[in-house]
């Protein structure tokens, strides 16, 4: 199952980038961004085992 988890996460995450990267618009990249960190934080707090970056990443 963690191996299924780790395909689709990296799937989902070539997508992201080709769909970032598709956009124009600053303001669209920005909502894809928040939308990507909200996803991130909704998949942490469902894993309590897992652990949680100290601060954004840069």
Do not use: H, W, Y
Request: no cysteine.
């Amino acid at each position: 199952m963690q191996d299924e988890d780790i395909a689709l996460n990296s799937v989902l995450g070539l997508e992201l980038n080709r769909v970032f990267f598709a956009v124009r618009e600053t303001a669209n990249k920005q909502k894809i961004i928040e939308f990507a960190r909200e996803m991130l934080q909704s998949e942490r707090a469902k894993r309590p085992d897992s652990a949680a970056p100290d601060g954004p990443a840069s």
